[in-house]
């Protein structure tokens, strides 16, 4: 390709400017679309997978082998070690931020005459300050120097008729078959949006699920790492170090169903409006390349008269296809990257999702991949839309082309 054949397809593809327009404005429109349904796609991506991990998931969470499958039923049979060379391993993990440990337990909760079950997590308050940053909390966070402080989720602390500063009382079975009891006081409540399980959720810190349960260590160590990006490398250093058959690790990813299936099921529905994109831009262009063939019929019988080759012919056609989808998707990404910026600035305002009980506002994040995604639609499509005509071109009898406009 030649810098001559480039100047003949531009100067050829502007002659009919309205035609031009309208296949540049199909273009850009599709591309507009894309990024901005696929950026917001993105961004519920993004913002499902960060507020799971800052909310208390962790990027990372290490746990004795079987204790997702049975630790709950028995969770005094898969205690972790408390310290020791394992931990030393995750502190020394690239990219490791924090680890947090954390102890899994369930009894009933008193306060006056009401009486409920609850599912607890007791936490190390300073890690989990760092690992829950934006978990919703109303009052005073867990403390150290405050061990009968409890966090109860904000459905709990309605049922139970609580407010901060309020005594309530902890029962647990103990793992030879008796019970035990503490008091502790209200600091405060919090919420995950998840109702079903702020309606049932108990934190406190580690010394007084210990102290309740009569047991050292904990079920859990949960790593945070500097960033997200970085979670299959750190999986990856803390496999090779840790026995695979004391110690199960999970990653954010396997960690998170929710975030699993709406992957799965948006990205279908995205791949879906893509390709009728790619169909419809196809059949455009295709139609307005029919088209100046149809007019150009003559002029291409004079050429292939004169000895230009049939290759060349198609070539040019193809050229302008290529030149089609440059144009508009590049004018295409410039006014999609604009407008997502504006409506990321103003927002989307979202309704409460199912099981969550308040809204939030979206936005649109346009990422790399996006981009590249965008300039595949405008430029294959359109350069595929111009081979048919092309090739029609490139094969029309010199006899009848040259009668063609007599």
Known sequence: ???????????????????????????????????????????????????????????????????????????????????????????????????????????????????????????????ERILSKDLRVDGDYLDDLDPRGVLLGRGLAKALGTVRADTVTLLVNLPGGGVNAVEAHLRGTFSTQIKAYDDSAVRMPLTLARELLRVKGSHLWVVGLDATERTGETIAYLRARLPAERFELKSWFDLSDFYQKSVALLSRQLALITFLMGVIIVLGISNSMTMSVLERTGEIGTMLAMGTRAESVLRQFVLQGLLLGLIGGFVGLTIGFALAQLISHVGIPMPPPPGRDSGYSAGILVTPRLILWGAILAVVPATVASLYPAWKASRLPIVDALRHNR
């Open 1 to 127: 390709m030649s810098l001559l054949q480039l100047n003949l397809a531009a100067r050829d593809l502007f002659r009919n400017r309205a035609r031009t327009l309208i296949s540049l404005s199909a273009i850009a429109f599709a591309v507009v679309a894309l990024l901005l349904a696929g950026g917001f796609i993105e961004w519920i991506f993004w913002a499902i997978r960060e507020s799971s991990i800052q909310t208390g998931l962790g990027h990372v969470q290490v746990s004795r082998v079987g204790f997702r499958e049975s630790g709950f039923a028995d969770p005094h049979r898969y205690l972790l070690p408390d310290g020791g060379t394992a931990r030393a391993v995750l502190m020394g993990a690239p990219n490791v931020e924090v680890v947090g440990e954390r102890l899994a337990l369930s009894g009933l909760i008193s306060s006056g005459e009401t009486t409920l079950a609850f599912t607890g997590d007791a936490v190390d308050p300073a890690a």
